[in-house]
């Protein structure tokens, strides 16, 4: 069974630049779409960047535009967000998900195996 497991949260300055790693474990990545969710407090979890099997990808909020990208390693079994020029309003416990729809949704209810997180916070 798939799980997936976040690491390379933590503080940065505003304008600074994050790398988050997304590893699976029990399974491989397969073919299996994966993408980096975050979730602020007190607001909903929404969809930042998805990455298909093949390398396309799919940009699920217009505020990460031109400062995110993902990045997927099918032999490592790691899917990358990196992340710059980071703002305040970046702040938020970022996770990684799989599609089980294979289509890059930006519906939440569609992704499985969600890992536990990792904390990311924008402060000078």
């Known amino acids: 069974q798939l799980q997936l497991v976040e690491s390379g949260g933590g503080l940065v300055q505003p304008g600074g630049s994050l790398r988050l790693s997304c590893a699976a474990s029990?399974?491989?990545?397969?073919?299996?779409?994966i993408a980096w969710f975050r979730q602020a407090p007190g607001k909903e979890r929404e969809g930042v960047l998805c990455i298909l099997k093949s390398g396309g990808t799919t940009r699920l909020s217009d505020s990460v535009k031109g400062r995110f990208t993902i990045s997927r390693d099918n032999t490592e079994n790691t899917v990358y967000l990196q992340m710059n020029t980071l703002k305040p309003e970046d702040t938020a416990v970022y996770y990684c998900?799989?599609?089980?729809?294979?289509?890059?949704?930006?519906?939440?209810?569609?992704?499985?195996?969600w890992g536990q997180g990792t904390q990311v916070t924008v402060s000078s």
């Open positions: 998900a799989a599609d089980r729809t294979y289509t890059c949704s930006a519906n939440v209810k569609l992704y499985i195996s």
């Open positions: 029990g399974s491989t990545l397969g073919s299996y779409p």
